[in-house]
Structure formats: C-alpha cells, structure tokens
C-alpha cells in the first residue's frame, strides 16, 4: 500500500457483490499493474475470501466489530476476516458509524488480528480525535458530498487542507464523490496520501475506463 492509494469501496453496490465483485476485482487489479499504482479493494464481507483468493492486491473489509473469539452471534470477528483474505477494514464509514469507545477498541483489535485499518471521520476534527486511537490511515468524507456528482477537492477543498495540518500527508485519506483524475490530483497536490471512492468506479457505465482516469490523476 505505498501511497498514494486508491481505496475502492464496493459498498453493497449490485454491480460489486458476489461474483459481480469478483469480475470487477480481477479488472481493477490489471489496471492497478498497468498503471503502477496502489489500488485497494474495500468488498462485502462475505466477498473477502473469493476475491482475496483471485487478486494479489490488498482486500479490505468494510466493518469489524471489537469482540474477541467467543460466543458473539452475527458480529464480525477480525480474526476471521484475516483468515479470509483480509489485508486490512474499514471502520466507522459514514453509513456504518460507531462510538468513539467501540472505535478505539475496534482499532485495537482489528491491529491484535494483523489487519490494517482505515477509519473515517466526517470532518478533519473528528479525525483529529481519531488519529488518538493510532489507525494507519484517516479517511476524512464530507458525508453531504458521498455519492454525489461534486467531489470534496472541488467542493471543498479547504477541507482536505485543514485535514492535512491536523493528521499529515502519512495518514491521510480524502473522499467523497470523487469521480475523475482531476479530483484525484487535486487531493493529492493538497497533501493527501490517496482517496477514498465508490460510487464514482463501482456504479460509473464503465468501472475500468473510471479506474483509468483516477489513476491518471497520480501519473
Ligand atoms: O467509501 C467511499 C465513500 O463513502 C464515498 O462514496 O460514492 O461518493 O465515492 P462516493
């Protein structure tokens, strides 16, 4: 994962889910190879061993819960995301969000499990607060922009700099709807260490030629 990375979050998107993920994982890691650059794969749970098994890219989940192996019915075990292909998860994403006390153990253990976590916050102080708990990486997403046709490096690219000065150029993921090369450039020209995108690649008519263009933006 050297930076700058390019975090694709599947999402529960139809055209990302099962063997719809697989398809589009295989594509994204060609592209990743022919352009040299990081892309990073955040896909469904359930979707983390057939696609870590068919890509050499990194595979992220999207969620992990802070429980320890036991008796806990339907939460997400770090462990068992590791021993399915995991590299890393998300945590705290704007439609998942957790409490600050459930973060900072979730951090703990998903780390105890050997899996890198990138956690979002919906402003540069709450990733202030997070960068506390030590992720790897901070993923600050205005979440009135998620999913929409303005990314923040147009919108607000203010943002992304004040998210800079409080969590340094190491750390630091920016995202929502980012959707071309020249948002990517923009984030990364402002100090950002990647971008955090979905619906942008995972939902455009063509993913590749979207992949394509976003990688551009860090040629
Ligand atoms: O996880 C990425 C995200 O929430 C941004 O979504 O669709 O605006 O790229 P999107």
């Not at 999402?11 to 589009?24: I, R, V």
């Not at 770090?78 to 900072?104: C, F, M, V």
């Not at 984030?187 to 260490?193: D, E, I, L, T």
Request: hydrophobic share 45%; net charge positive.
């Amino acid at each position: 994962m050297k930076p700058p990375v390019i975090f694709i979050n599947f999402k529960a998107y139809k055209s990302a889910t099962g063997e719809n993920a697989l398809k589009m994982a295989r594509k994204f890691e060609k592209i990743a190879r022919k352009f040299r650059i990081s892309v990073v794969l955040c896909v469904q749970n359930v979707d983390l061993y057939r696609v870590s098994q068919a890509v050499a890219i990194p595979v992220f989940a999207q969620h992990a819960d802070n429980i320890e192996y036991g008796a806990h019915t339907g939460y997400v075990l770090p462990e068992a995301l590791k021993q399915n292909g995991a590299y890393g998860t998300l945590l705290n994403h704007a439609e998942h969000q957790i409490s600050d006390e459930s973060l900072k153990s979730s951090i703990e253990r998903a780390k105890q499990a050997g899996l890198f976590t990138l956690v979002c916050a919906n402003t540069p102080g709450k990733a202030g607060k997070i960068l506390k708990y030590n992720p790897d990486f901070v993923a600050v997403e205005p979440p009135e922009l998620i999913g929409g046709d303005i990314s923040v490096s147009k919108a607000k690219p203010e943002v992304i700099k004040k998210a800079v000065k409080i969590a340094g150029q190491k750390k630091l993921i920016v995202g929502a709807g980012i959707k071309t090369g020249e948002d990517v450039k923009i984030a990364v020209k402002f100090g950002a260490a990647g971008v955090l995108v979905a619906s942008g690649v995972v939902q455009a008519q063509n993913p590749q030629k979207a992949l394509i263009d976003l990688a551009k933006g860090l040629l």
